[in-house]
Nanobody
Framework: QVQLVESGGGLVHPAGPVTVSCVSSGIIFSDYAMGWFRQAPGKQRELVAQIGGEKGTTYADSVQGRFIITRDNAKKTVYLQMNSLKPEDTAVYFC???????????WGQGTQVTVSS
């Protein structure tokens, strides 16, 4: 059974940094591209950052230069460090594991990040 479990969200200060983590089980972690998506109320889910896929490491334009995605294959964990947060970064952040260009996709349950001073 595949599980992706996020942690580290909550109420965060705009200055940051805050790091959300996603621990996986049930997959060969190193074979998967790992990504972070987010969904704000009333909006579609959007890609924030991805690491390990065919395109290497990619970021949404809106977070480029502020967020950093990393992975630890030994710990089967992917991280998203968020800096210089903005109110529009408030969303539920979802961990995603994608294999073979998305032929297999797994999702975590999400973790809420609320930016407030």
């Amino acid at each position: 059974q595949v599980q992706l479990v996020e942690s580290g969200g909550g109420l965060v200060h705009p200055a940051g940094p805050v790091t959300v983590s996603c621990v996986s089980s049930g997959i060969i972690f190193s074979d998967y591209a790992m990504g972070w998506f987010r969904q704000a109320p009333g909006k579609q889910r959007e890609l924030v950052a991805q690491i390990g896929g065919e395109k290497g490491t990619t970021y949404a334009d809106s977070v480029q230069g502020r967020f950093i995605i990393t992975r630890d294959n030994a710990k089967k964990t992917v991280y998203l460090q968020m800096n210089s947060l903005k109110p529009e970064d408030t969303a539920v952040y979802f961990c995603n594991a994608a294999w073979a260009g998305g032929r297999l996709n797994y999702w975590g349950q999400g973790t809420q990040v609320t930016v407030s001073s």
